[in-house]
């Protein structure tokens, strides 16, 4: 075991008479008498630290009272410790090789010279000692430790520099292999699910009559799953409505202290938006020093990098350089960001959003009162562009049918929640203990719910909103929903290579509403021109084989086709009405214009899962401003 070398504090020689402990000086006390800080500034931030999880030095910082320097060289006084700039004398490389970089990075601390028998270990804080001793001390008994502060940016490069391509490949591979999709296709039946389109397209051609009859069978019950689903969904969101005079869930006010809140915004040529972005974050109303917003930036986007540059960073923002990669995805990205993050929360938001200043006060107060298996809560996702075109407007009622009914019957039913990629806060040690994302699944967000829900957990919807832009023309939006039903059908193909496994975990439940979810969407895209060939059939179109069904086959599958519909267009006004904006129930009338687009997406997505099933189709952002000029 080592031998911690003691720390010599610094003591206020003012008061003779009491104990050392008693007469150690205070770190405001220091910074005021070396003249880097008034007392108005220290009163200030001791009012904000009663009512915060965190250090004085971090919120002086956060208001702009003092600069990291001074910080560090008033701890360094306070607490007796030396300091080392690892930019002019770095560490020695032989002690980096033996750390490991995420618990070095988490503690903010890594070994620096051996001199003699004694080891010198640089961290970023006294308090980070203990923690230090047991990950940065050596092999060999009797050896000896001491500690020198350094600047928190220098250690983080440090251990970058030094352990490039382990965090690189531990970002891409991070998700346990038995949940993550990277095998895809698997390598023993690489050929399996091709061989089962060219079966069922060998089946059309032999029998036709049977295979579409088959094909009906299928399409009648996952129709009528899905149209349950939103029956439940509807009626959830009337039950809601009822419980609203409840008592009241317990105010953040109520709590001691507020924990810190990471957010990740991962930035992919995102120079239109730079400024919008750092405006949205800067107007949460949430302590400044309590937030730890990092901007996840690609290596090769000196584009982004510029604007941000141009825009200017306050203290509480940080960029997270990703290293390059074959593999370009979000989840990749927020997968090597996230050891960086020193929240206890850990949220995510897009480039483009414009979050409810309130939100991240109201994930606190509900994850502090939630029980411990409430893993995550999912703020309500709506756009803002609405009025820019029809497409714009059948997108922002969708998204009003999805967040603000259809997701309300999945909480109630005890369904796993199939999350947004954007305003999801997670409680991080669940994050990072069921492998945070699978950074090879394009619907990172989709497949993560899942995942909790196998591991245990549940998710919450909030009521609060996130604003975001919605994809307003045709190109653009086919590409985005190609690239959601394409993760959504290698989501369905990963969690059901094991169907067993997949039914223990979630149960009888919760393994039909998965199927429910995936294998119904993907469903319901897919069979759009056969719902329209069999509806012209009914209105008169004289087709050849629509003599050949079954009576009975025929008049459920047309029931099941105008009850869904039916349901749907009940839906879609609610949700027109609960998202406060009524005017939008004249875009049902388009709907039947917006489903077809779902269907090109749907074709180009299955051709996709097996051509290229981990490209990423990006979303340009900004296109509105763009527009205008």
């Not at 060999?140 to 020198?148: D, E, I, T, V």
Request: glycine share 8%; proline share 7%.
């Amino acid at each position: 075991m080592a031998q911690v070398l003691p720390f010599t504090p610094l003591v206020d020689e003012e008061s003779p008479g009491k104990d050392t402990a008693k007469r150690r000086v205070l770190l405001g006390d220091l910074l005021v008498r070396a003249g880097v800080l008034e007392a108005e500034g220290l009163a200030a931030a001791l009012d904000q630290q009663a009512g915060q999880d965190q250090r004085l030095g971090r919120i002086l910082i956060a208001n702009r009272s003092i600069s990291p320097e001074d910080l560090t060289a008033a701890l360094s006084r306070q607490s007796g410790l030396g300091r080392v700039d690892l930019r002019d004398t770095p560490p020695d490389p032989e002690l980096l090789a033996g750390i490991d970089p995420h618990l070095c990075l988490r503690i903010g601390a890594v070994p620096w010279r051996q001199i003699g028998g004694t080891r010198v270990v640089a961290i970023t804080h006294p308090d980070a000692a203990p923690e230090a001793e047991a990950a940065c001390s050596g092999p060999g008994p009797g050896q000896r430790l001491a500690f020198a502060l350094a600047a928190p940016d220098d250690i983080r490069r440090v251990i970058i520099e030094a352990h490039a391509a382990r965090l690189r490949d531990d970002a891409r591979d991070r998700c346990p292999e038995p949940f993550s999709c990277r095998g895809w296709p698997p390598a023993a039946g690489h050929w399996r699910p091709l061989l089962a389109l060219l079966a069922m397209a060998g089946a059309a051609v032999g029998a036709p009559v049977t295979a579409l009859m088959v094909l009906m069978l299928w399409i009648l019950l996952a129709n009528t799953m899905t149209t349950g689903l939103r029956l439940v969904a509807i009626l959830a969101r009337f039950r809601r409505g009822r419980r609203s005079a409840g008592p009241e869930t317990p105010r953040i006010a109520d709590y001691k202290k507020l924990p810190r809140v990471s957010i990740l915004v991962p930035l992919l040529r995102e120079e239109a938006v730079a400024r919008r972005l750092l405006d949205a974050l800067a107007a949460m109303d949430y302590p400044a020093a309590l937030l730890d917003i990092k901007l996840v930036l690609e290596e090769d986007d000196a584009i982004t990098r510029a604007a941000i540059e141009r825009a200017g960073l306050p203290s509480t923002v940080e960029v997270v350089t990703v290293p390059f990669d074959g593999l370009k995805t979000k989840p990749r990205a927020m997968n090597y960001a996230l050891p960086f993050c020193e929240g206890e929360i850990v949220g995510i938001y897009d480039a483009e959003d414009r979050p409810d200043p309130s939100q991240i006060r109201a994930v606190v107060e509900h994850l502090m009162h939630a029980p411990p298996e409430v893993a995550c809560v999912q703020a309500y996702l709506d756009f803002y562009n609405t009025e820019r075109n029809w497409l714009a407007r059948c997108f922002t009622l969708e998204y009003a049918i999805w967040f603000r009914v259809i997701l309300l019957g999945v909480q109630r039913l005890g369904i796993p929640i199939p999350l947004g990629g954007t305003s999801v806060f997670f409680r991080r040690k669940v994050l990072e203990a069921i492998g945070a994302w699978d950074a090879h699944n394009v619907t990172e967000d989709a497949d993560l719910g899942m995942r909790l829900a196998r591991f245990g957990y549940s998710c919450d919807m909030i009521d609060s909103t996130t604003w975001e832009e919605a994809n307003c023309r045709v190109g653009p939006w086919i590409r985005q929903r190609s690239r959601w039903l394409k993760g959504y059908a290698i989501t369905w193909a990963t969690h059901m290579r094991r169907p067993r496994s997949l039914f223990a975990d979630l149960g009888p439940r919760g393994f039909l509403g998965f199927q429910v979810l995936f294998l119904g969407a993907i469903t319901s895209y897919l069979s759009i021109p056969l719902f329209w060939v069999i509806w012209a059939g009914a209105v008169g179109l004289d087709l050849e084989f629509w003599h050949s069904f079954p009576a009975p086959l025929m008049h459920g599958f047309l029931a099941s086709m105008y009850l869904g519909q039916a349901v749907m267009l009940t839906i879609a006004a609610v949700a027109a009405r609960d998202s406060g904006r009524p005017r939008l129930v004249a875009a049902v009338l388009m709907l039947p214009l917006y489903w077809p687009l779902g269907a090109v997406a749907a074709y180009r997505a299955i051709a996709e899962v097996f051509t290229r099933p981990f490209y990423w189709h990006k979303t340009e952002h900004g296109v509105g401003e763009i527009l205008e000029t």
